[in-house]
């Protein structure tokens, strides 16, 4: 299985990337990536050339002088082809020049392009390739480190390297920072062609780039189901790298505050999750649970209190009518 290095933008090796077999590991087919070639250089003829005939040309309507006589050669008209201002003969008209050719020639050619810009090592990947402005020299220095072969001794030679930067999605920084740089060229991946790639040198992508040619031309997708996996792979990325921020934060609060061992600091952080996930439960579900629960409370003390004043004024009563029946027992 073939692989390259994964630099940074300062020229440091991180890793080595496996690269997919069924795209930068193909044989390259010469007559099929001639053929593709020629119909890519057709295809950019506008084929709007256009001459007139004699037939075409403004004025000669009249027989310049009659038609014996004179000496000279016998003329119809001065907007004949021997004449000046005349017509021209078998001259270019428009027509198309349209060569079609079958998607999968297309593949197959860029495949072989980039098979052997991998056997050639003309194919760098690096982790990450962008600029927090614009700015040409930083341009200059990032293709300085990378390991374009011998750049410093060849551009003193005047021998320079033309490469090509693939990008996944337009980065204005980077494409303003390239344009003052004769032999650089910036260009997103979805207009890669075979033309493109063997006019360049060397080919810089950074891994998304490498991740969504292998998407398009070896798992057959769309360009636009590609990118939209790549999105995806991003956002997911990005909520798992907060999630692990998130956890090391607190692992960090954990042992920094107790004298705790890792072990202890996940357990902790496990039943912190899952105290957060009931409360989250709760928060959902509780709300209606809780108001009930207040409103029946409220009602049955308002019943004990109303059961109180009741048997508070029977009380009253029976009081008094003993204290009547006493004093009718006296006066007997």
Do not use: C
């Not at 496990?270 to 409370?297: P, Q, W």
């Amino acid at each position: 299985m073939p692989s390259t290095t994964v630099y940074n933008q300062a020229g440091e090796a991180l890793e080595q990337l496996e690269l997919s077999e069924q795209v930068f590991g193909v044989t390259p087919n010469m007559a099929v990536l001639h053929q593709v070639v020629t119909a890519q250089l057709v295809n950019r003829r506008q084929g709007n050339a256009s001459t007139k005939t004699r037939g075409e040309v403004s004025g000669g309507n009249k027989k310049p002088y009659r038609q014996k006589g004179t000496g000279h050669a016998r003329q119809g008209s001065t907007r004949a082809p021997q004449f000046r201002h005349g017509g021209v003969v078998f001259g270019p008209r428009p027509h198309p020049y349209h060569h079609d050719v079958p998607k999968k020639m297309r593949r197959l050619a860029i495949r072989s392009v980039l098979s052997d810009k991998v056997a050639n090592e003309g194919l760098i990947v690096v982790d990450n390739l962008s600029l927090e402005q614009p700015r040409t020299r930083d341009m200059i220095e990032i293709l300085d480190n990378l390991p374009i072969g011998g750049s410093s001794q060849e551009s003193q030679s005047g021998l320079k390297k033309h490469v090509l930067m693939m990008l996944p999605r337009r980065n204005e920084n980077v494409v303003l920072s390239a344009r003052n740089v004769p032999t650089a060229k910036v260009q997103h991946v979805s207009s890669i062609n075979v033309v493109e790639l063997l006019k360049h040198d060397y080919v810089i992508m950074p891994v998304q780039t490498v991740r969504w040619i292998e998407m398009v031309f070896g798992e057959g997708l769309s360009a636009e189901e590609a990118s939209h996996r790549i999105a995806e792979k991003e956002v997911t990325g990005s909520i798992d790298e907060e999630q692990a921020d998130w956890d090391s934060s607190v692992k960090i609060e954990t042992i920094g505050s107790e004298e705790t061992s890792p072990e202890i600091a996940e357990e902790r952080l496990a039943e912190s999750r899952s105290d957060e996930a009931i409360e989250d439960e709760a928060s959902k579900d509780g709300g209606a649970v809780v108001g009930s629960v207040e409103i029946e409370t409220i009602g049955s003390d308002e019943a004990i209190e109303d059961e109180a004043s009741e048997g508070g004024e029977v009380d009253d009563a029976q009081s008094r009518l003993k204290i009547e029946e006493e004093g009718t027992r006296g006066n007997h």
